[in-house]
């Protein structure tokens, strides 16, 4: 917010050993009233939509911290924006979307490659981590990745009956026929002990929102609040608290 302010500021000198003056001028020059004034456009759409691709790209490469500050960026600035238009609004608002997606997503995978994996608490948390990353709304390239990590982790843990779920999902969305054979040799295996050998807090048949603090599911029915900027969704007891995911969202 301050960097927008002051790119909205010139910069006026005065007579010698006085201060500057600071103006703001307004971009409807030629109907300028003080009840009309519009601030100038410093932050435009096109701009974030470039970002977000950059964003897309760190991603892709693994590099989840950069990427994340990436999406954190973006999503301040979409309330900082000038729109026209209500599809440019929209379009602000599905850019805000993607950006909370992407953010509690790559958080949640940071703190899952942090866990150390001594002990089996830890091995199911890792996986139900994994998971949950599963459901979070990510380009298929993206999904993909994190639909064959999570089937790998559940058959490791021997859940076979999630493992095969996995599989069948990133069937579904078409990958590379390389990824496809390594998912059925897998799925097939699964499917010949269709059992899982720990219980853990993941149920895919049961709708649920995740807590972007806790990393836990929200079910259906559940209480819940919501962030007041980009509506993700946390446990009540997060109510007022500065919420990590967002780093002082």
């Known amino acids: 917010f301050m960097q927008v302010m002051g790119r909205g500021a010139i910069c006026l000198p005065g007579i010698p050993c006085q201060s500057p003056m600071f103006a703001y001028p307004p971009r409807n020059l030629n109907d300028n009233t003080p009840k009309t004034t519009l601030p100038r456009k410093f932050i435009k759409l096109t701009e974030l939509v470039e970002q977000l691709q950059s964003g897309y790209q760190l991603t892709t490469k693994g590099k989840f911290a950069d990427a994340v500050q990436k999406f954190h960026s973006i999503l301040l600035s979409v309330p900082l924006l000038i729109v026209d238009t209500k599809e440019e609004m929209n379009e602000a608002l599905q850019l805000m ?11 949640m995978e940071i703190s899952r490659q942090e ?7 830890n091995q199911i948390r890792i996986c139900e981590l994994a998971a949950y990353f599963t459901h979070c709304n990510l380009q298929p390239i993206h999904l993909i990745k994190t639909l064959s990590n999570a089937s790998k982790l559940f058959y490791k843990m021997k859940n076979f009956k999630t493992a095969a779920s996995f599989a069948r999902r990133l069937i579904d969305l078409g990958p590379k026929a390389e990824t496809v054979a390594q998912m059925r040799k897998l799925l097939a295996v699964c499917e010949n002990t269709p059992v899982d050998e720990h219980k853990m807090q993941y149920d895919p048949h049961n709708p649920f929102v995740l807590c972007a603090t806790s990393y836990l599911p929200i079910y259906r029915g559940k209480p819940i609040e919501r962030c007041p900027l980009c509506s993700a969704n946390y446990h009540p007891q997060y109510k007022g608290q500065n919420l990590r995911y967002l780093q002082g969202c």
Do not use: N
Request: overall charge positive.
């Open 97 to 107: 979307g993607i950006c909370r997606e992407y953010i509690i997503g790559l958080q």
């Open 115 to 121: 866990l150390p994996r001594k002990t089996v608490d």
